[in-house]
């Protein structure tokens, strides 16, 4: 028995509930605090994967062209098996967007928009990024703040359940879904702690290095992020949940210079192949307004 | 020593480098050296001060290759620059040229597809929080990734083919920068 999880059904029982504790099904309401607090097992956070990354995928569906989907795949794969978790079920997908952010989930699921796509140089700078979202995904990132927000939004259901009437258990679980679910909305418009973000670069580009690739892809990405205006709004939910590419280029570019990274400079960069697999990718759409000018850009 | 490390770096660049997109320009953030090779050792040619712009022509690994508007080349750290922004990366040169009929197209594309429905360019398909705080969720297209999840031999046959190799490399510090 999970002692913190006793001890929370132990203290709402004895927060006011004890008229309706005889009436609520103290084993559905046992295992649902527990599922939300306990460490979840590798199943366990691939069904919380799946909802998460079905919740990513109704914002923004993959795009149908196989040979760009299977070309990021196979450089995803080959970068997460340079990870702590090589066996985990790995899904990696370009989304029908023009916006340029990428993302995670628990379980192994990254997905990256045709804009950021377009806005990168070589499968160095690609395997920089997607070692970034892979780290999310192997130190738990999401699942942790998931499972956070599960067990907040848990107690504010036992006390509703305390209110309700014979019966109304029935549906906690449904209910206990549903908060996850909106946990999962509001998590990924809000975005992780700074220094998960910090942490995932500072991995995400070893990943990099360790699959063979120019670890100074993520940090060129970067740059040329921070070359983009703001006002397009083409990073708008990239800025609202990650600190700016400044402050990211200034911790990684640290940390790189002491970690002496610049001795696998030579490695690979892939643009050969990398640009054959963009030009598959359908015209970028007309801009019908000027963007500002650059200069008048800080970041 | 430091002439056959050029010469090295040379061979390199004659193996097929980073083409940065002509013309993408950036300016130094900070002075610096540049140097006639993409490492630390090499010879310095000329002494950059903060705020030189210059025409980046392609990077290697944390270098990148520029032209000063004097026309002199040579090799300055990435990071003494700030990019300017240059529309697209890759896709800048390789594009497909636009068709007669691609704005007439267009014209059907009204606006942004995204929830808050912004209209600052025609066509683009937008991705913002809004979006993300108003999903609904799409199990069917995540049962779809199977079509293209790869196996791991596939991967790693095909990063043998480019070639990349898998290198043991240390954990990076943090470091307060």
């Known amino acids: 028995m999970n002692r913190r999880a006793a001890c929370l ?6 927060l006011g509930l004890p008229t309706v504790a005889n009436s609520i099904d103290i084993s559905s309401l046992f295992s649902s605090i527990k599922q939300a607090i306990t460490p979840v097992d590798q199943k366990e956070e691939e069904q919380i994967g799946a909802d998460a990354a079905a919740t990513l995928l109704g914002a923004s569906k993959p795009i149908t062209n196989a040979a760009v989907q299977e070309y990021v795949n196979k450089v995803g794969m080959w970068v997460a098996l340079q990870s702590d978790r090589p066996d985990l079920s790995w899904h990696f997908a370009v989304v029908d967007s023009d916006d340029i952010d990428a993302f995670a989930a628990p379980g192994g699921y990254v997905f990256l928009t045709r804009g950021l796509l377009r806005h990168m140089h070589n499968e160095a700078e690609l395997a920089g990024v997607l070692g970034h979202e892979i ?6 990132h999401h699942l942790k703040e998931l499972q956070r927000a599960a067990r907040m939004n848990l107690v504010g ?3 509703q359940v305390g209110m309700q009437e014979k019966g109304y258990n029935s549906n906690l679980d449904q209910q206990l879904m549903d908060k996850v679910s909106n946990a999962t909305r509001n998590l990924y418009s809000k975005g992780l702690d700074k220094d998960d973000e910090f942490d995932a670069d500072r991995y995400g580009v070893v990943l990099a290095a360790r699959a063979g690739y120019d670890p100074y892809g993520l940090l060129a990405v970067l740059q040329t992020l921070q070359g983009v205006d703001p006002s397009s ?3 708008q939910l990239l800025l609202a949940t990650h600190p700016t590419p400044a402050d990211r280029i200034a911790a990684l570019s640290a940390a790189m210079e002491a970690g002496h990274m610049d001795i696998y400079g030579n490695q690979a960069e892939g643009q050969e192949r990398f640009v054959e697999i963009v030009k598959l990718l359908p015209p970028e759409p007309v801009a019908t307004t000027k963007a500002a000018p650059v200069s008048a850009t800080k970041q | 020593m430091k002439r056959s490390l050029f010469i090295a770096a040379m061979l390199l660049l004659a193996l097929g480098v980073v083409q940065a997109d002509s013309g993408t320009t950036a300016q130094t953030v900070v002075a610096g050296n540049m140097n006639d090779g993409p490492y630390s050792d090499a010879n310095v040619v000329a002494s950059v001060p903060v705020n030189t712009n210059l025409t980046i022509i392609e990077r290697q690994g944390g270098w990148y290759h520029v032209r000063l508007a004097s026309g002199q080349l040579g090799w300055v750290r990435m990071t003494n620059l700030r990019l300017n922004s240059a529309g697209s990366g890759s896709s800048g040169s390789s594009t497909p040229a636009k ?3 691609s704005s007439f197209f267009s014209l059907f594309e009204s606006g942004r597809s995204g929830a808050s429905g912004t209209t600052a360019t025609t066509g683009v398909r937008g991705l913002n929080t809004g ?8 199990l069917q297209a ?3 990734l199977a079509q293209w999840a790869a196996k791991p031999d596939a991967a790693r046959e095909f990063a043998k083919q480019l070639p990349a190799k898998a290198v043991k490399v240390d954990s990076l510090p943090k470091v307060k920068p």
Do not use: R, Y
Request: aromatic share 0%; hydrophobic share 45%; glycine share 6%.
């Open chain 1, 9 to 14: 059904v132990a203290g709402l029982l004895s």
């Open chain 1, 135 to 140: 780290t999310h995904v192997v130190l738990k």
């Open chain 1, 157 to 159: 259901t036992a006390a």
């Open chain 1, 233 to 235: 709004g083409k990073m």
């Open chain 2, 99 to 101: 068709s007669s009929t």
């Open chain 2, 131 to 138: 979006d993300i705080a108003n999903a609904k969720p799409n």
């Open chain 2, 142 to 144: 995540v049962a779809d």
